[in-house]
């Protein structure tokens, strides 16, 4: 074979060397944006995942202290918690406060107990109005039945003055807005409440204790967190004073030696000077 034999061999094989390397070449730079695309989307996906969890934290946060706190005030006032919900929907309906219907509810409650135990301003109230506080077998009526007997009576009352004397005796001075939930009767009181079961609104007892029960856990959590984080500050502190000692004693020795403060500063920025300078 002659030598432009040869020279066409090599010729033909730099060539399909080159259309393999450029074929190779392209498939990369094919993947490395196929791969960028991937990792782009991916951390689209991070971050809105991100997103999801912090934002589903937060919604999780502010209802379970949400529902925690009406749990807290039915224990407090020693009721369901599906009654306070209902006593607030119909109090929030005639425009009262909900902070005012648990104020009244707490001074309601608590003179029903002082006059079961024959004491109390709501005694007189009761007596006047004929409503009994135990059932036939000498138990305790619940406080909603009570309230029921107590709407009606407000109901009944022959003028607005003895509606508001009433309720004062009841509900003390929250009494005067409570008037006007209470005085269409248990009647009107008893539709607020279907009208609360029906538009779904109500937090059921188990889904309350729930809510109650992991803020108090999340709580505690939170101490130990915290005292953890002190503890471990703590841990550095030794170290840190031997330091502060140790520096607060250099620079007193500093004071104590000719020029002083002054002297050591002025050295110390001419040391700087020099040595920037000694760099360029």
Do not use: C, H, W, Y
């Not at 009406?70 to 425009?95: C, M, P, Y």
């Not at 004062?168 to 001075?173: A, E, N, T």
């Not at 409440?193 to 959590?221: H, N, R, V």
């Amino acid at each position: 074979m002659g030598n432009l034999g040869k020279l066409n061999i090599v010729i033909s094989a730099v060539n399909k060397t080159k259309a393999v390397f450029k074929s190779v070449t392209s498939g990369l730079n094919n993947i490395r944006k196929e791969t960028a695309k991937a990792l782009k989307i991916f951390a689209g996906l991070t971050t809105a995942v991100g997103g999801v969890g912090v934002a589903l934290g937060l919604l999780v946060k502010r209802n379970t202290e949400a529902i925690d706190r009406i749990q807290k005030v039915s224990d407090k006032l020693g009721i369901q918690v599906e009654l306070l919900q209902k006593l607030r929907f119909a109090a929030d309906q005639t425009g009262i406060a909900q902070e005012t219907l648990d104020m009244a509810m707490q001074r309601f409650i608590r003179r029903g107990g002082e006059a079961q135990k024959g004491t109390g301003e709501a005694q007189g109230a009761l007596a006047e109005l004929g409503i009994q506080l135990k059932n036939a077998d000498g138990s305790f009526r619940s406080t909603e039945s009570v309230l029921f007997d107590v709407a009606d009576g407000l109901q009944n009352a022959k003028d607005s003055s003895t509606q508001l004397r009433l309720a004062f005796k009841f509900f003390d001075s929250e009494g005067a807005a409570l008037v006007n939930t209470l005085k269409n009767g248990s009647s009107g009181l008893k539709e607020f409440f279907t009208q609360a079961e029906q538009l779904g609104i109500l937090i059921d007892s188990k889904t309350a204790a729930s809510a109650a029960k992991f803020t108090d856990e999340t709580s505690k959590l939170t101490k130990q967190i915290d005292t953890i984080q002190k503890l471990f500050s703590m841990a550095f502190v030794p170290a840190l004073t031997e330091a502060t000692t140790q520096i607060s004693n250099f620079f007193s020795k500093i004071a104590q030696q000719e020029g002083g403060v002054k002297k050591f500063t002025d050295d110390l920025a001419i040391g700087l000077v020099e040595g920037f300078a000694r760099s360029l």
